[in-house]
């Protein structure tokens, strides 16, 4: 019987931390000893399958990296992948990248550089798709997700997750300043959907006589869908501040502060509006630049 | 992050901030034909991105190559914006320094 471990073999041996070798094949040029056994996926791909990367971003700088793992007819495990940068407008997009004979084990997408998404700023889907691409011949929904510095999209296991029901990433936004006399008004992003949990809406009245009232309301387009107005009249030569919240209305407040009551858990829509309702507003009256703590999730 | 002035509505803003696009949309307004509606306002402008133009086969160049053809473009330019300052001037201003923005001439800027 020969000897399966040969005395060089014996001679090698080392106790204390594991040492490099001195020469390491390269990875991809890997191969395995046995032909014709049973591959560890299910699904071989050939050039007609296309890696197909949809993303939608909100954050400037991010670069995503999508790498599989193809093992081929000839034993070889090659690393097809690639590295994008999409735009941060929120807008749906796909990159594909082809493939070629062999097995997929394994794919996984994730962030990489300086600029790491978090929560739900970037939304990722990786799908196998044949042409044409006017209507994707969906060959394998792999997973879809968001990705950031810790969370990846990756298959084997991937799966399906929605976009919208998730918790939403938070954002202090600075609204637009009006022209005197005027409402503010800010506006979800489209491929958006928003939570206004708050808002801080900073006022000044002019010298002009009347009774003023500060109020949020909420459109679907032109459409008002809902309205809230805080009780107390403001009078000329003030400078006051609006604080809308969950709550309700009170008659007695902090000296300059008018809390205005809001539906803080209904989500706005894509295209929806928060604005200011300010009846009796005068000409000389001047909104500042609204102070919103909004909760965001992509629509994709 | 810079500030800049809608030539539509007149309002004031700031973009992008901390690295995220709030596209500015100018207010609806009242509908002076119908008391209590509102209406877009004609020469509305429209911050928010669609696209222009898709790849046109799958795999068609370099993956940067492929989103850099699928351009978008803001969906509703009205009067165009100007540009007020290369920072962020309108956090935290009080009336008087609102005021001075308004009065302010501004850079033209290219539509975005």
């Keep these: ?300 | 992050m810079a500030t800049y002035r809608c030539l539509s509505c007149g309002s004031i803003y700031v973009d992008p901030q901390n690295g995220v696009h709030f596209p500015h949309v100018c207010p609806v307004i009242e509908d002076p034909a119908r008391p209590g509606r509102f209406k877009r306002r004609p020469d509305e402008r429209d911050e928010n991105r669609e696209l222009a133009g898709v790849f046109g086969k799958l795999g068609d160049g370099p993956p940067d190559e492929q989103l850099a053809k699928q351009k978008s473009h803001v969906r509703k330019v009205g009067k165009g914006r100007e540009k007020l300052d290369d920072g962020d001037v309108l956090t935290g201003a009080d009336a008087a320094a609102i005021a001075a923005l308004q009065a302010q001439a501004g850079v033209a800027d290219p539509d975005v």
């Excluded at chain 1, 309301?217 to 400078?239: D, E, V």
């Design chain 1, 1 to 300: 019987m020969s000897a399966v471990l040969t005395p060089d073999a014996f001679t090698t041996v080392t106790l204390g931390p594991p040492q490099p070798a001195a020469t390491q094949p390269p990875m991809t040029r890997m191969r395995f000893a046995q032909q014709n056994i049973q591959p560890p996926a299910h699904l071989f791909v050939t050039p007609d399958d296309f890696l197909t990367l949809g993303v939608v971003n909100a954050l400037t700088g991010v670069t995503l990296q999508v790498q599989g793992r193809l093992w081929t007819p000839e034993g070889d495990i090659t690393l097809p992948g690639f590295t994008v940068s999409p735009p941060a407008d929120r807008v749906l997009r796909y990159t594909s990248f082809q493939l070629y004979y062999g097995y997929l084990t394994s794919v996984a997408v994730w962030p990489i550089g300086g600029t790491l998404p978090v929560g739900s700023q970037t939304f990722c889907s990786l799908q196998l798709v044949r042409p044409p691409l006017a209507s994707f011949n969906l060959d394998w929904p792999i997973a879809s997700g968001y990705v950031t510095a810790n969370t990846f999209l990756a298959t084997p296991y991937g799966a399906q997750a929605p976009s919208l029901t998730t918790q939403g990433q938070l954002y202090t936004v600075t609204g637009a300043a009006p022209p005197a006399g005027q409402d503010w008004s800010q506006t979800v992003p489209a491929n958006a959907r928003w939570k206004v949990r708050s808002v801080l809406m900073p006022f000044t009245t002019g010298g002009a006589a009347g009774n003023r009232f500060l109020g949020i309301r909420a459109f679907s387009g032109a459409t008002l869908l809902w309205q809230s107005n805080n009780p107390n009249a403001i009078a000329a030569g003030s400078t006051v501040a609006g604080l809308a919240m969950m709550g309700y209305p009170v008659n007695s407040f902090v000296a300059g502060n008018y809390f205005i009551p809001i539906p803080t858990d209904i989500p706005t829509f894509a295209g929806g509006t928060i604005q200011s309702s300010t009846p009796n507003i005068q000409g000389g009256d001047q909104h500042g630049a609204p102070i919103l703590l909004v909760e965001e999730v992509l629509s994709s």
